[in-house]
């Protein structure tokens, strides 16, 4: 049996992406892979470094994927005076599952303010839910 390691390695160089992959394994490839870009760090930058770790590891894999939308989302909404505190992209990725079935899966990137009051995006972290 391959180490996930291995598997990486395979996909990359063997350019099929998530061609022929479970569903489930396509997600557990893709937690994994992107777990450099989400876990226990908090970014601090204008040009959002976390979320393109993400996009270009989805590159990296050689996945057939799009970002669908993103927005700035306040959650404070009882301030209205209060600044955006989150950000949100979602994203599609598109391929054949191990039966063949051209298959779709959605997900959600979030940069989550951990800055300052006065500005709370100035420092934020990144979480990624695939369903």
């Known amino acids: 049996m391959k180490t996930f390691k291995e598997f990486l390695v395979e996909k990359s160089n063997t350019g099929l992406g998530a061609e022929g992959l479970s569903k489930a394994k396509l997600k557990n490839l893709l937690y994994k892979s992107t777990k450099k870009c989400t876990y226990n760090k908090l970014y601090k930058d204008e040009y959002w470094q976390g979320p393109k770790c993400i ?13 669908t939308g993103s927005e700035y989302k306040k959650y404070h909404k009882e301030n209205k005076l209060a600044l955006n505190d989150t950000k949100e992209w979602t994203f599609d990725i598109m391929w054949d599952d191990n039966k063949g079935k051209h298959k779709k899966i959605s997900g959600l990137v979030t940069a989550a303010g951990a800055g300052s009051v006065s500005d709370p995006l100035d420092r934020y972290d990144v979480n990624m839910v695939i369903f």
Do not use: A, E, R
């Open 55 to 67: 996009w270009n590891t989805f590159d990296s894999l050689d996945l057939n994927w799009n970002i």
